[in-house]
Structure formats: structure tokens, C-alpha cells
């Protein structure tokens, strides 16, 4: 006998991530997914968020997005979690933080190079920079603390900027406008133009536009 079975599937409707329980992908119904799915950080209510893209408050609700960040500030925090321990990310205003503890400290500066190697300005955003700490910890010589600190905001309000790329309407490309709300920390932007009325109607990423030099 062949019988259709109907599976469900987790997907972040942020980034595209597919929630993984192990090597188990597909769920046998809804309620089972979306707990087990929880379970492990992801934030499922209405929208679909995975932990890169959102971020828990303690009682594991209320998801707040974090900074759409390119894939090589995340290949970072996974080279961190290689070789330290108690690696942790975080928002702080308009920057996104990750730190972490070391205990051997012969390797600092090549870790500190191998960090500005992938966080090289080819790979990042537009705008985004980024500053690499490593100290020794105040309460044991042993121990010393690390933090990777990435700036998220790349416009300000009333900057004069150029749309470069839009998806949602290519038309769009190439006009000119002034940035009218900026939320950075999910590197957000909503611009007005003289060439286009509806053009305050589209949010914009960073790398959707291109700031006009004064």
C-alpha cells in the first residue's frame, strides 16, 4: 500500500533557515514541530524567527530581531566557539557584540588577525565596521576576556542617499532620496524622494543603498 502522509517543516521567514532537530527536519504535525522548535530558541508566533535572526527574552517570548548581518560575521562566532569558551551575542545600541573567555593566550594576535581576515571590508555591509579586544581578565591572570564588537548602523536620518538594489521594485533603482527612519539594529531604512512618491512605502537594507557623498 502506498499512503500520503503530510510532514511539516520549521522555516525562518527572515533569513530561510531550516530548523534541524538533530537530522530530523520534517514532523509528523504542526504542534510538534513548533514545540520542539521552541524548545531550541526559535521564536515561532505568527512569524517564524530562528536564533541568528531573533533574539529571547528570559522567559524564552517576546522575540527581538537582531542586526541582519552578513554571513561572515556569523563563520566568526563559529570559528569563537571552536576555540574559546562562553561565547555569547548580544545587542548594545547599534552595535552587535559577541564575546568570549579564553585560557591560552600564546595565539592572540593570530586569532585577532584570523577575526580581521573574515571580517575583511570586502565581506561586510557598506558602513559596517568592526573592532577586535583581547585583554587579560581582572580576577585571574589565566583567564582573558575577548569581545568582537560590529557597527550596524550605516545611514542616519536626513542622509542623501542612492537606491542601488530593490527587489520589490527595480524601478526604484538608481533614484535619489533622504532617509526619513532609520532602525539600524535590524539595518531598516525608509527614504523619501522628489522622483518617487511611493518610495517611502519600501523598507531598505544597507546594502540597498549607497550614501551620496556631500
Not at 169 to 179: A, C, D, F, H
Not at 193 to 205: G, P
Request: with cysteine; aromatic share 8%; hydrophobic share 35%.
Amino acid at each position: 500500500m502506498i499512503e500520503t502522509k503530510v510532514m511539516y517543516q520549521i522555516k525562518c521567514d527572515r533569513c530561510g533557515a531550516i530548523y534541524r532537530c538533530g537530522s530530523q527536519q520534517f514532523f509528523v504535525n504542526e504542534e510538534s514541530a513548533i514545540m520542539e522548535a521552541a524548545e531550541d530558541g526559535w521564536f515561532v508566533d505568527g512569524k517564524v524567527r530562528c536564533p541568528k535572526c531573533c533574539e529571547l527574552d528570559e522567559y524564552g517570548e517576546n522575540g527581538k530581531l537582531k542586526p541582519l548581518l552578513p554571513y561572515c560575521v556569523w563563520k566568526v562566532e563559529r570559528f569563537l566557539k571552536s576555540i574559546a569558551y562562553g561565547v555569547h551575542s548580544t545587542i548594545d545600541g547599534e552595535n552587535f557584540v559577541i564575546t568570549f573567555s579564553l585560557i591560552q593566550i600564546k595565539q592572540k594576535d593570530n586569532i585577532k588577525n584570523m577575526i580581521d581576515e573574515i571580517l575583511d571590508e570586502k565581506q561586510l555591509s557598506g558602513g559596517m565596521t568592526h573592532s577586535v579586544e583581547i585583554c587579560e581578565s581582572g580576577r585571574n591572570s589565566h583567564l582573558f576576556k575577548g569581545k568582537v564588537t560590529i557597527t550596524v548602523r550605516q545611514f542616519d536620518v536626513d542622509d542623501e542617499v542612492r537606491v542601488v538594489r530593490c527587489k520589490k521594485n527595480p524601478e526604484l533603482i538608481g533614484k535619489t532620496g533622504k532617509v526619513i527612519h532609520a532602525r539600524s539594529v535590524i539595518d531598516e531604512y525608509f527614504i523619501a524622494s522628489d522622483e518617487c512618491d511611493d518610495v517611502d512605502k519600501i523598507a531598505f537594507s544597507g546594502e540597498d543603498l549607497e550614501k551620496i557623498k556631500d
